[in-house]
């Protein structure tokens, strides 16, 4: 996988409430991508976070180009709730829509508050017994490879600074303290 180059960048909003940038980028094949990055500053915006774990305790994990800021990211799969769907609901589709797994198995783990201009609940949650639906099929302005490693192997990622989220060495550890593997 290689960083899209960014070829063009420009501020559209910024007030207290919103800001929104335009970022187009040129992949390896040539290929334009035009994003329009929005950062919405509600009062309150709930979001969840996947751990997800297969019946054979391996760990699947993303690793992800982020437009923002601009290079590849160690994850789990995460979202903001979508209005009128359920946070167990939001974790299967975002499970399901970013590795190709399902799992029936998830559970809450805990939540914390992000505080920036604006707080923010992430709700931490683990998947498990995920079983593989079919191969992964992205948008085209997605770069995402998923990734499985054992327990061990995911830990050492965290502890050689291969992990740079806080959130997603957060979400590990707390699932380990608490036993689920």
């Known amino acids: 996988m290689k960083i899209p180059e960014k070829i063009f960048e420009k501020i559209i909003v910024s007030n207290p409430y919103l800001k929104v ?4 980028y040129i992949d390896e094949k040539w290929n334009k991508s035009s994003f329009l990055i929005t950062w919405h500053n509600k009062k309150e915006s709930i979001w969840t976070m996947i751990l997800p774990i297969t019946s054979d305790w391996q760990i699947l994990y993303l690793k992800e180009y982020r437009y923002w800021p601009e ?6 799969p995460v979202w903001m709730l979508d209005d009128g769907i359920s ?4 974790c299967k589709k975002e499970l ?5 797994y399902i799992s029936d198995e998830i559970e809450l783990l805990t939540e914390s508050i992000i505080e920036n201009y604006f707080e923010w609940t992430l709700r931490y949650f683990v ?3 995920c079983k593989k639906l079919k191969s992964q099929e992205l948008e085209a302005w997605e770069n995402i490879e998923i990734f499985s490693s054992s327990l061990e192997d995911f830990q050492k ?3 050689d600074w291969k992990v740079l989220s806080s959130k997603t060495a957060f979400c590990f550890f707390l699932a380990k303290a608490k036993w689920y593997f």
């Open 21 to 24: 940038s335009q970022k187009d």
């Open 127 to 129: 998947a498990k017994n």
């Open 87 to 90: 946070e167990i609901e939001n």
């Open 71 to 76: 290079k590849f990211v160690i994850n789990f």
């Open 157 to 159: 990622l965290i502890l």
């Open 96 to 100: 399901l829509e970013e590795t190709w």
